[in-house]
T-cell receptor, first 112, second 111 residues
Framework: RKEVEQDPGPFNVPEGATVAFNCTYS??????FFWYRQDCRKEPKLLMS???SGNEDGRFTAQLNRASQYISLLIRDSKLSDSATYLC?????????????FGKGTKLSVKP | DAGITQSPRHKVTETGTPVTLRCHQT?????MYWYRQDPGHGLRLIHY???????DKGEVSDGYSVSRSKTEDFLLTLESATSSQTSVYFC??????????FGPGTRLTVT
């Protein structure tokens, strides 16, 4: 089983739509969770961290379910500028400082 | 954004030649990482460093070596490049939180 699995997409949505991405991870000792965004031919950049209580940043909401080892990202009122690949990222447990496992990414294309 | 640069940004080389990629950061971050990104695989860790002269292997370290003689510089060397090492290479750094800051990447083609 892959350590971090995501639906690769692509998700093609119209402007203004709400879109949700899901991610599952296999290592139950994982301690920290993130969503990164990667634009075409660019480097990944942190979008937001994911907390057990859920967290929101403007149009973006992230949720974590530790029991199911499941992470989600909800984007409301999609903008053209949201078009990118979204990477689900999980830390290795056990003190591996800063070592992250990246999912392969979900591609989002927002159309006018 | 963290000040992290990579050089060269693009390189074409022949099979069997040695190649060194450089990562330079101006944030005084303790931890530095080298990843490769390939279609269908996502980002995979090659090597990482947790301090000057302290390095360790990642998931796909075979055929690669690294060195870190100064906090700001982390070098990745392909001792004898192979076509399977054609990839986009990203360097990243962090001070201690899990947020990693990435460089712009190096596109390496091995012919």
């Amino acid at each position: 089983r892959k350590e971090v699995e995501q639906d690769p997409g692509p998700f093609n949505v119209p402007e203004g739509a709400t879109v949700a991405f899901n991610c599952t991870y296999s290592n139950s000792a994982s301690q920290s969770f993130f969503w990164y965004r990667q634009d075409c031919r660019k480097e990944p950049k942190l979008l937001m961290s994911v907390y057990s209580s859920g967290n929101e940043d403007g149009r973006f909401t992230a949720q974590l379910n530790r029991a199911s080892q499941y992470i989600s990202l909800l984007i409301r009122d999609s903008k053209l500028s949201d078009s990118a690949t979204y990477l689900c990222v999980v830390s290795l447990g056990g003190g591996s400082q800063g070592n992250l496992i990246f999912g392969k990414g979900t591609k989002l294309s927002v159309k006018p | 954004d963290a000040g992290i640069t990579q050089s060269p940004r693009h390189k074409v080389t022949e099979t069997g030649t040695p190649v060194t990629l450089r990562c330079h950061q101006t944030e005084n971050h303790r931890y530095m990482y080298w990843y490769r990104q390939d279609p269908g695989h996502g980002l995979r860790l090659i090597h990482y460093s947790y301090g000057v002269k302290d390095t360790d292997k990642g998931e796909v370290s075979d055929g690669y070596s690294v060195s870190r003689s100064k906090t700001e510089d982390f070098l990745l060397t392909l001792e004898s490049a192979t076509s399977s090492q054609t990839s986009v290479y990203f360097c990243a750094s962090t001070q201690g939180s899990y947020e990693q800051y990435f460089g712009p990447g190096t596109r390496l083609t091995v012919t």
